[in-house]
């Protein structure tokens, strides 16, 4: 286990060296000037060098790439042009909007998905499999934006149980943020749980057929033991693979709902960062939503070697 961790500790470094080199390749050496491109075509040529100056880029690239992941690993991510805030506060500031909201679309998407994925594959080819399966491939032809817009027309302009939009803070109580963070996280579930539970139907249908299967059946057990008790632990290595790659499109991809609710998180400062071309949070917070995809990855790297530990073994 530990050669195991080790190797995939060194995809993760190098991984995440890839993508700070990548991402300061596209916002910092592609042509033009990007103090110009910051304020304006209309600046004052003083006004510009003065703004090049300030951030850095009289330097030379290289020089400019060693300040910036410095400056990451100590956590100084400098200041945003726009909002004269260190970049760090309104990143923390905001996260404290993402990660919850993510989270609880994951949970709904977990439990949605399992439970009709494992239900389906259940009763395999019968109406109950046919109808959800239908209802399934709806769910993922239905833009998440679509949705959140009949979610709010319905639950907000005509039921009146929900706010449009906005978010109170977490400090006018935990369950006043959680309630508007519920018609956003399903709008985002949605979607996502519709294909995780095509996938979850998917694998289970595959262990169901295997000879171990057959021999559980023949000991006499019932079908809802076998599918607890040996199935579904099988079938969990692709569910885990689609599930850590929804959760980091979920972390990196709320761009869109986050504006139809008007919610203050992360994908919604990248969106007005790129609006007052603020290239300081732009490039930190992409590379902070990278850095997230790759964890997530590496965390389902590890819980691969733990549900099947065949896994770690053809790795070692």
Sequence with gaps: MGLFLFKRLLTLLATLVAASIVVFLVLE???????????????APEAVQALSTKLGLDHPPLARYGLW?????????????????PVLELV???????????????????????????????????????????????????????????????????????SAGGF??????VAEALKSLLLPAVSLAVVQAAILAR???????EVLREDFVRTARAKGLSQ???????????????????????????????????????????GRLVFQ??????????RNCVMLLAAMVIVVNFVVDVLYAVIDPRVKASDV
């Design 69 to 85: 992941i410095s400056g990451l690993l100590v956590g100084d991510l400098g200041e945003s042009y726009t909002y004269s805030t």
């Design 273 to 282: 960062s790129i609006s007052n071309r603020d290239l300081i949070v732009v």
């Design 224 to 266: 809802r033991a076998i599918l607890w008790g040996h199935v579904l632990r099988n079938a969990m290595i692709p569910v885990v693979t689609v599930m850590g790659l929804q959760f980091a499109n979920l972390l990196a991809g709320t761009i869109v709902v986050e504006n139809v609710f008007y919610l203050p998180g992360l």
């Design 199 to 205: 996938i979850t139907r998917s694998a289970v249908l």
């Design 92 to 162: 923390l500031e905001r996260l404290a909007v993402t990660v919850p909201l993510a989270v609880i679309a994951m949970l709904l998407t977990t439990v949605l998905a399992l439970a009709v994925g494992i239900y389906a594959a259940s009763r395999h080819n019968r109406l109950g499999d046919v109808g959800l399966m239908g209802l399934t491939q709806i769910g993922i032809a239905v833009p998440n934006f679509w949705f959140a817009i009949l979610l709010i027309l319905l639950f907000s302009v005509h039921l009146q149980w929900f």
């Design 29 to 43: 050496i592609l042509p033009g000037n990007a103090a110009q491109v910051l304020m304006g075509p209309d600046a």
């Design 168 to 173: 109170p803070g977490w400090s006018d109580g």
